[in-house]
């Protein structure tokens, strides 16, 4: 393994300059830190990053902290944050907080004290607990899907989002559109509501039937299938794909098709959207972007001792239309005694959000 001490030897200088030129510290010569370079790179030399840390007070690392990195929403985040790192000479520390929203303020504490600055995806805090630990770490934060009043965020245009989405299902002639929403701790859900609220009360005075708040996964949404029937809905709005594939599942179960019976519409666009029959119309949201935008943000990040104007930042949202959407027609009755069971509690799910 090459050290220091092997760059300093082959440059000719001592260890203490060697040590100096690559922290890019004062008082070292052009000359110096050139020998120092070269001597470097022909021997391969790699800083250790405990060592380079303690020389200049900057471990090269970024934290990441999502609530589950099984979900195939968190992992995309995960993919921008890394390569954006990469780019840019960093390495990523990711912490799954396994959503769980008491362990959350011990994991980013943790992590924070370990790296030059955190990403926060999604973080599950209600506000009046997240924003005393933002203001209490030590170095630059950004948060992804979620906004805070003095911290740096990339969320989404989400009441864009749903305005394509109802607006695409009121031009199919689906007069009974339901919704079915997330977790009531959702910062999301609740921005995905505001925008409901918006549209109804336009010119059509056509309010979405609430069908209340579930669990983010396909387990939520096979249950929200249920009301959705029970309500005479010709068209769902999930809170996100998950949720819109366990409604289609259920009504495959329950005999009605879709959409010629009922329309399905999801949220995000992960990778199984397009993979399920029917395809699913969701609205894309840039995950990886978004990723590669809060580690830039990084550098506008609170730090306690400066006054910064942090950066919000909503990146744009586009509704793809694929077949679980079509012209509405009346919902098939279901014949009693053919719904299939609720499967079991201990069916294997991923949460999304």
Known sequence: MVTLRDVARAAGVSLATASRAMSDAPHVSAANRAQVARAAESLGYRPHPAARALTTGSTGTVGLVV??????????????VQARARETGREVLVADTDEDVTVEPDVIARLGDRVDGLVLCSPRLPHDRLGPLLASAGGPVALVNREAPDTPSVSFDIADGVRQAVDHLRALGHDVVAYAGGPRTSWSDAERRTALATLSTGTTGDAVLDLGSFRPTHGGGVQAADLALAAGATAVLCFNDLVALGVLARLHARGVATPADVSVVGFDD?????L?????????????????VAVDLLAGGRVPTERVVPEHRRLPVELVVRASTAPATSVTPVPPGTAAPLPSTTDPEVAIR
């Open 67 to 80: 609530p589950d990195l099984a979900n195939p929403f968190f992992a995309a985040v995960a993919k921008g």
């Open 270 to 274: 992960v990778a199984a959207a397009s």
């Open 276 to 292: 399920v029959t029917p395809a699913l119309t969701t609205v894309a949201v840039p995950l990886a972007r978004a990723g590669r």
